[in-house]
């Protein structure tokens, strides 16, 4: 096998992981948490597998088994989602493909301000769940607010 396969093989078994996960966690208490501690996990896995992340190059859903763990991935998201909404807990007019917009959307803020301190990426997937809250503003955001210097990377002062 080549590399690729090596990396596309290694892709799936993160995605069965999170499929696994998704399947257990429709059978939670609170389906809100649910669907938002899946997200949590899945920003969680892509940070600290940021490396086998970035190795995918940008056609990697032309690969059939990473393809077919997207689509049963994106199946349990959206079974997740009904479930958060039918309990309340989610806006009634979003779907599947807007949570996964923007859980990539913070995937993508992190792995560009990757000095930045992992507690933003939990706060800007609190700002997610609160813009897909049916009650926003329910939970305080976690962390502190960030402030432009928390973007520019350390850089020592030039002598």
Not at 4 to 23: K, P, S, T, W
Not at 112 to 121: E, T, Y
């Amino acid at each position: 096998p080549s590399k690729e396969h090596l990396i596309a093989a290694i892709v799936v078994e993160r995605m069965r992981q999170m499929i696994d996960r998704g399947r257990a966690l429709l059978d939670a208490e609170d389906a809100g948490d649910a669907l938002f501690g899946l997200l949590d996990e899945s920003v969680g896995l892509q940070q600290a597998d940021r490396a086998l992340f970035d190795a995918l190059d940008d056609n990697w859903l032309t690969n059939d088994e990473i393809r077919a763990a997207h689509v049963e991935m994106m199946s349990v998201l959206d079974a997740l989602l009904v479930r958060a909404q039918a309990a309340g807990a989610v806006r009634d007019d979003v779907g599947a493909v807007d949570v996964l917009m923007m859980v990539k959307g913070v995937c993508e803020a992190m792995r560009s301000f990757q000095h930045v301190d992992p507690a933003v990426g939990a706060r800007q997937l609190d700002l997610v769940r609160a813009a897909l809250s049916a009650s926003p503003g329910r939970a305080p955001l976690r962390g502190r607010r960030p402030a432009l210097e928390d973007l520019e990377p350390n850089v020592p002062a030039s002598a």
